[in-house]
């Protein structure tokens, strides 16, 4: 009799593992994977639109890279501090109050400093538009406005609207030579959204993804004078 269930207790203990395991390590994988296979939910629009009188604005944001920022603002201390001390030393030998140092040296001092002032614009202004970078653009009436600023500081250029030809969202392609400038590696100018303005191609709409410069574009179109 003992021998009839204890056989009786092995085939419910194989039973078991053939429907019980199975099924845990089906939950197991799903509680590992389960993760890795959510739902990814459609990205939200970066640019704001709104209706103003006579057309529409549009505010691009620029690129947030907190990382590039935080390398920027400690390579611009450092690069302060060592531009600074030149023209300390450059002032002394001005004014006599420094020890002199052969001409040569002072020209080298010049030349470093004019490169040092170029340097510690364009990594200032790189700096500023990655904080509170943004690109507004207006159409209204016969005008076609594309202002790129940072902290209120920028500049506007003005196109007549019945002279922009073919707005599109245009991906783009860098080619070595083709004389872009070096801003646009930071996102300050360039961008997915083209349009031909006498024998000139313009680009605006850096922060955008060729998805939203494809809507954007055509919300610009809508406005045109005519079917640019």
């Known amino acids: 009799m003992w021998g009839a269930s204890h056989i009786a207790r092995r085939a419910d203990l194989r039973a078991c593992r053939t429907t019980v395991a199975p099924l845990l390590r089906h939950r197991a994988l799903r509680a590992v994977y389960a993760p890795a296979m959510a739902r990814t939910g459609p990205a939200p629009r970066r640019s704001r639109t709104t209706t103003i009188p006579g057309g529409v604005r549009v505010v691009i944001p620029a690129r947030k890279r907190p990382l590039a920022s935080l390398f ?43 490169l040092w002032a170029v340097a510690e614009a364009l990594v200032a202004a790189a700096l500023a538009w990655s904080l509170a970078g943004r690109e507004v653009i207006s159409l209204s009436g016969a ?86």
């Open 143 to 228: 005008t076609l406005r594309i202002r790129r600023e940072a902290f209120r500081i920028g500049r506007t250029a003005e196109y007549g609207a019945a002279s922009v030809r073919n707005l599109r969202a245009a991906p783009v392609t860098y080619r070595r030579g083709d004389g872009r400038s070096p801003m646009q590696a930071f996102g300050i100018g360039g961008g997915p959204i083209a349009f031909d303005h006498g024998a000139a191609t313009r680009r605006f709409g850096a922060g955008l993804d060729e998805a939203e410069a494809e809507e954007v574009a055509r919300a610009l179109r809508e406005r045109l004078p005519s079917s640019s």
């Open 72 to 114: 920027m603002a400690v390579w611009l201390c450092g690069w302060t501090v060592g531009g600074v001390a030149v023209i300390r030393q450059l002032v002394g030998q001005l004014l006599g109050t420094s020890e002199p140092v052969p001409l040569p040296v002072v020209a080298f001092m010049v030349v470093w400093l004019a």
